[in-house]
């Protein structure tokens, strides 16, 4: 297999993933291909229609593919483009984390002119999220073009993402309004929604639509932690999503938790990823959800006991 010509591989490929359908012999492959720099047979496996996806190796292969562009596609700006559009379309289908981080990448390489913008803009068309890590696209490329006095890029880059954002929200909430409409229950919100597994929750945070998911919460059903923190395959969590949108609070919100006698803080210290911790104060959160305890308890004691005021 190893040494099989390109134009064989793909008759072979598909012999052996009939004889072991469990094995992922084609996305392995691929995987390969590309680790070896075997460009030509990994595009014969990319062509075989029951490859179903890369199986999570898909960030690998373009980003390996990615290295090579000033040397096995130099000068060869179509064969390098046509080959990580065909990787791209096939992560926009099973692997949406992926297809995110990986153009974070080649928007690391857009101020030293080692990426195509062109490329960037395929990954923005294929879905990748505009708002991963808290904006980080918008971020860097505005201060590298400063430091480099381009503020005409730095403009039109961060304006570009905020068409991207713009897009990217519009899309979710057309889709989660399409599945839930207005007077949707929290519970619907819980069971996977979308054909990558996100539950309604998280296209919810994609949507930018978690005021009203709380609001919900008042017309019955309950969240629990792992609804919040859990992650699809491939995909982010609801906190992850919030994060990057700047709408953590809403699903955070500490009266809520308190009520539930859960401990909000305790689940972001160990459950969230340190690349999303650093943008929650967890000082404040800490304070409000003392607060809001505190507040239960003395409520609870004044129902035990029938408290009431007394004046005069």
């Known amino acids: 297999v190893k040494n099989a010509p390109a134009d064989k591989i793909g008759t072979l490929a598909l012999a052996i993933d009939k004889s072991a359908p469990d094995k992922n012999v084609i996305a392995n492959m691929m995987l390969n291909a ?32 990615m290295n090579d562009r000033e040397e096995i ?60 890590f808290k904006e980080e696209a918008k971020r ?31 899309k979710h909430r057309h889709t989660f309004d399409t599945l839930f409409g207005d007077n949707f229950r929290l ?17 919810a945070a994609r949507a930018r639509r978690l005021p009203e998911v709380m609001r919900a919460l008042e017309r019955g059903g309950s969240l629990a932690l792992d609804d919040v923190f859990n992650e699809p395959q491939g995909g982010e969590s609801a906190i992850h999503l919030a994060i990057d949108r700047g709408d953590a609070a ?7 938790w308190a009520r539930k006698e859960v401990d909000i803080v305790s689940a972001l210290e160990t459950r969230l990823s340190d690349d999303r911790k650093k943008w929650i104060d967890m000082d404040t959160v800490s304070a409000q959800a003392d607060l809001h305890r ?10 035990q006991y029938q408290l009431r005021p007394r004046f005069g």
Not at 142 to 167: C, F, G, H, P, V
Not at 250 to 256: N, Q, S, T
Not at 294 to 303: H, R, V
């Open 34 to 65: 590309g680790m070896e720099r075997k460009y030509e047979t990994l595009g014969a496996l990319l062509d075989l229609q029951s490859a179903g996806g890369t199986r999570g190796h898909g960030a690998i292969i373009m980003m390996r593919v």
């Open 73 to 132: 596609f130099d000068g060869k700006k179509q064969e390098y483009m046509s080959l990580m559009t065909r990787l791209i379309d096939v992560c926009a289908e099973c692997e949406p984390k992926s297809l995110s981080m990986t153009m974070l990448l080649a928007v690391y390489k857009l101020p030293e002119g080692k990426e195509y913008p062109e490329l960037v803009e395929k990954f923005a068309a294929a879905g990748a999220d505009p708002f991963l």
């Open 140 to 170: 860097f490329l505005t201060n590298k073009y400063i430091e480099q006095d381009d503020t005409a890029s730095a403009d039109k880059w961060r304006a570009r993402i905020d068409d991207w954002q713009t897009a990217y929200t519009a």
């Open 187 to 203: 519970q619907d919100l819980l069971q996977p929604a979308t054909e990558q597994g996100e539950t309604g929750l998280q296209l």
């Open 250 to 256: 809403h699903l955070l919100a500490p009266e809520y």
């Open 294 to 303: 505190l507040q239960k308890i003395t409520d609870d004691f004044g129902a």
